[in-house]
């Protein structure tokens, strides 16, 4: 519905105060009511503002500010409130250029809503089209082909992770994704090129926005041309129907994840990792010594980027969440080098849609598929805490970023790990708990200033009698001598395993 043909609706006897030259010829695409001092983020462009002035106070310029930014067609200010529109409201509206009317108080916003609603609600040809081609599977990109005819531009659908997922790679594809990531609202509108994008979400409404499709729309319309309806109309209808496809596909991978949490389940609760693991791998498609790497994040999310970024790297990739870990197993291919490069690049490139969550992403070294999966894991898992201590929301750890010690702590089974420790540090942890002695403390500073006593009581601001009475007393509980190299290697170790 045009401006001008609800202005000339005698029945709702609406009041021109500014009207800019063309005024008549907006578009209304829809009708948002509303009494925030800000509403620009719940507006994305072509909608006609009614607002009942509860929020003026004096002053105009924010809220006009806010109504323009957003490409709103029109503002509609009642009466009732106020008994009259102040003339601020109607000299900030004519500097702005944005048409303004009054709305009498015996007039409902309902009536205003109803009257644009049913102009806009003409049967659509094109759309019955669309379902059509969707329904008859011939594709996204035939999907496309005929809404991109419509709108005399062609459409395309993207993924911040995966990239173009069908249609042609729009101009500024990467500010694209970058704009739908940190849009306030859905959909967005953005310009690109002097032409006006549409942005869309493409998927189920609960899904993060850094792993989900949404569809670029170039609309008819550049920065001074309003927004037509149909084609806003047909934008939305599109997106819509990408959903359903979407919906299709994830259906698809339900057998894929059900075969990965086979393989994780073996690969996390497997006393020997080979009466389960082997049979499992295989008929998730990884045949025995073939060489793989492991990848460890945290979460659903993290799971659902791994699996989104891997898609798009290496053929059959095993995703899964196991409690709070999401674990990736992945065959490693020559012909895909760099998968720790990937991850890395592909995740930094959503970070800006992440808001306060992480994705900390360790990465083993590779391994021949099997048995040895097991020490990959606890490899993967170190390189998962490197990477969840660093500051980047999307840090990226791999094996060879960890010292070889602990490379090696990684491949020893948890239980044995837990006897060592409480075999070798137990009684010195007891003392400490029982004395508040500060042995554990004490040991550290002299085994980082390699059994230095002066530099060790300096760090801990003692005398050197008290480092040299600490460690003695060290040696006494666990019957090792400090002086030697190999009982001072049995004690590092045993206090790295702590964590």
């Known amino acids: 519905m045009l401006l001008g043909e609800l202005l000339d609706a005698g029945a709702l006897r609406l009041r021109p105060l500014v009207l800019p030259p063309g005024a008549d010829s907006r578009p209304i695409v829809d009708v948002f009511t509303t009494d925030l001092p800000d509403p620009g983020r719940y507006l994305s462009g072509g ?117 173009v997922i069908a249609g042609p790679p729009p101009p500024g594809a990467d500010a694209l994704v970058r704009a739908f990531l940190t849009a306030p609202r ?142 990736a197993v992945v065959p490693t291919r020559a012909d895909v080098p760099g998968l720790a490069d990937v991850v890395r690049r592909t995740l930094a490139g959503v970070a800006a849609g992440l808001g306060r969550a992480r994705v900390p992403v360790g990465l083993s070294g590779p391994v021949p598929a099997g048995p040895a999966l097991v020490a990959a894991l606890e490899e993967a898992r170190h390189a998962g805490r490197l990477a969840a201590a660093r500051t980047e929301a999307t840090a990226v750890v791999t094996a060879d970023e960890i010292d070889s010690h602990l490379l090696l702590l990684g491949s020893v089974p948890d239980e044995v790990r837990r006897a060592y420790r409480n075999r070798v540090l137990g009684p010195v942890l007891a003392y400490d708990e029982a004395h508040d002695a500060e042995l554990v403390a004490t040991l550290i500073a002299f085994l980082d200033h390699a059994g230095s006593w002066s530099r060790c009581a300096e760090e801990l601001h003692l005398h050197v009698n008290t480092v040299r009475y600490r460690i003695a007393k060290v040696e006494q509980l666990t019957g090792r001598n400090l002086g030697r190299l190999d009982d001072r290697v049995d004690l590092f170790l045993a206090l790295r395993l702590r964590s």
């Open 47 to 163: 909608e006609l503002v009614l607002t009942g002035l509860v929020w003026w106070d004096g002053t105009a310029d924010a809220f006009v500010d806010a109504v323009v930014g957003a490409g709103a067609s029109a503002l509609g200010a009642g009466e009732a409130a106020l008994g009259a529109i102040p003339a601020e409201l109607v000299d900030v509206c004519e500097r702005r250029g944005l048409p303004l009317f009054g709305v009498p108080a015996s007039v409902s916003f309902a009536d205003i809503t109803r009257k644009v609603l049913a102009e806009n609600r003409p049967a659509r040809p094109v759309g019955r089209r669309l379902l059509a081609v969707l329904a008859g599977r011939a594709g996204l990109n035939r999907l496309l082909d005929v809404a991109g005819a419509e709108l005399g531009a062609p459409c395309s659908v993207l993924s911040p992770v995966g990239g």
């Open 186 to 327: 859905l959909p967005a509108s953005v310009t690109v090129e002097g032409r006006r994008i549409r942005l869309l979400s493409a998927d189920a409404p609960d899904r993060h926005r850094a792993v989900s499709w949404f569809v670029v729309c170039p609309m008819p319309r550049s920065k001074e041309q309003p927004a037509d309806p149909d084609a806003t109309a047909l934008a939305e209808e599109l997106a819509g129907l990408v959903a359903l496809e979407r919906a299709r596909v994830d259906a698809g991978h339900r057998a894929e994840r059900r075969l990965a949490d086979q393989v994780l389940r073996a690969l996390t609760t497997a006393s020997d990792a080979t009466a389960e693991l082997g049979p499992a791998l295989r008929i998730a498609g990884i045949a025995p010594g073939t060489p793989t790497t492991v990848l460890v994040t945290e979460g659903e999310l993290g799971a659902a980027l791994l699996s989104e970024v891997l898609r798009t790297a290496v053929p059959d990739p095993v995703v899964g969440l196991r409690g709070s870990e999401a674990i």
